[in-house]
């Protein structure tokens, strides 16, 4: 158990548990941003349909397919991030693509290199801080890889599309359900190729009652600022009018002002008790924009990234 929890990468379930799921997000950007593809390996463990599954999201066009395997496909090893789900492969250093049924056709290995991993103490031994080691949550989150490069081709329905130079980045998540709403962005695509920015707001169920939960850091200069609701930083002035998101983040050191806008989205599946039937809209042609204070207010750093990833399930504005 202590292993995986230091591992978030792993595999954390088992084929043998009920109302479950896990997933992992595999984000590419080709390095002319003219191109962006996510895929998304997972399993889901239900009564009535046990499966595992590739989700594919085309940034650009918004097309999304679901391909669907038998439970018996998903092979996995104990050690590290090593997953084949009919005959694609899945690591934490090159993916192995192999899709094809009436949707999509794909194929094409893309290998990553210079690989930047999110900080881990004994404490926060990830993303979730001491909420790791917290049993009963319906959902946990990791990242597997803050920052990395691309390259490789694809094949994507007889087109040839070239990814050398592009940016990668990888994260997942387990347990039986995504909380009720939430907010999330994500970018590693600044005009500082070294930068890389994350956040996620969420309602949290705890203890028969709930609260809004965050989690975010921006790297760069190879340094992690952190803000989350378990190292005591707080969230305020939330702004959203139905296109562009905008908030701050504070904690002791230094506050960050980020402001998001919406572009155009693709449906993607989501799990509610296991099951993959809730439909969500997910952009990853977002633009987003941070600037950074010292305590002083005095401006450390401004940036700005296209090809972002966006979530807003709305609700989340009742909860804040």
Aim: aromatic share 16%.
């Amino acid at each position: 158990m202590a292993v995986k929890i230091f591992h978030p990468e792993l595999f954390q379930g088992n084929l043998k548990k009920k109302r479950y799921f896990e997933g992992w997000y595999f984000k590419h950007v080709s390095r002319d941003l003219n191109h962006v593809f996510s895929f998304i390996p997972g399993i889901s463990i239900t009564d009535d349909d046990p499966h595992t599954f590739i989700q594919v999201i085309n940034g650009i066009t918004g097309k999304t397919c679901y391909i669907t395997y038998s439970l018996d496909r998903f092979i996995w090893e104990k050690n590290k991030l090593n997953l084949k789900i009919g005959n694609s492969v899945f690591t934490d250093k090159f993916i192995d693509l192999n899709i094809e049924n009436e949707e999509i056709k794909v194929s094409g290995r893309l290998e990553y290199s210079d690989i930047v991993k999110y900080p881990k103490t004994l404490l926060s031994p990830g993303i979730m801080g001491w909420y790791s080691y917290v049993p009963f949550m319906e959902c946990k989150h990791g990242i597997v890889s803050v920052n990395h490069n691309v390259s490789g081709t694809l094949n994507i329905d007889n087109t040839i599309i070239e990814m050398n130079g592009g940016k990668g980045y990888i994260e997942k998540d387990w347990g039986s359900s995504f909380p009720e709403a939430w907010i999330w962005i994500q970018s590693n695509n600044f005009s500082n190729s070294d930068t890389a920015f994350t956040f996620s707001v969420a309602k949290i169920p705890w203890l028969g009652s709930y609260f809004p939960g965050f989690i975010s850091f921006l790297y760069f200069d190879k340094r992690f600022f952190l803000f989350s609701s378990y190292n005591n930083s707080v969230l305020s002035e939330i702004n959203y009018d139905g296109n562009t998101l905008s908030f701050k983040l504070k904690n002791n050191e230094s506050v960050l002002i980020v402001t998001a806008v919406k572009n155009k989205s693709g449906e993607l599946l989501a799990p509610v008790s296991g099951k993959m039937t809730r439909r969500i809209k997910e952009s990853m042609d977002s633009f987003v924009t941070i600037c950074l204070y010292d305590k002083n207010n005095n401006l450390i750093y401004n940036d700005s990234a296209q090809r972002a990833g966006l979530e807003i399930i709305e609700k989340i504005f009742d909860y804040l």
